[in-house]
């Protein structure tokens, strides 16, 4: 019921920047809170960062955190993320998620999810 999709993936060198969107459609009144995960190959889907609807309060996993920066424009229901300094490590398949609780760092906090956007880091 609510559909996500990303967008903004690509290839860029080290030390390069881009910026992902999801754009957020159907009951999106239902999500309280806006994550987004990678997931690298033979890795496990790891938090990336999250944001609240309401005060837009961030959190951010380790592996990122003063690199990346989430945000949201709650008029068009979408959410961005822009990464910047990037590394090769950062490479994976980044999803954006919607949970309809106050979720957290765990996948399993998050109801919905987009198809995904590649991001490749060359070195």
């Known amino acids: 019921q609510v559909q996500l999709v990303e967008s903004g993936g690509g290839l860029v060198q080290a030390g390069g920047s881009l910026r992902l969107s999801c754009a957020a459609s159907?009951?999106?009144?239902?999500?309280?809170?806006m994550g987004w995960f990678r997931q690298a190959p033979g890795k496990e889907r790891e938090f990336v960062a999250a944001i609240t609807w309401s005060y837009g309060s961030t959190y951010y996993g380790d592996s990122v955190k003063g690199r990346f920066t989430i945000s949201r424009n709650n008029a068009k229901n979408t959410v961005y993320l822009q990464m910047n300094s990037l590394k090769p490590e950062d490479t994976a398949v980044y999803y954006c998620?919607?949970?309809?609780?106050?979720?957290?760092?765990?996948?399993?906090?998050?109801?919905?999810w987009g198809q995904g956007t590649q991001v490749t880091v060359s070195s």
């Open positions: 159907g009951r999106t009144s239902s999500s309280y809170v």
């Open positions: 998620a919607a949970s309809g609780r106050f979720g957290g760092r765990s996948q399993v906090d998050y109801d919905y």
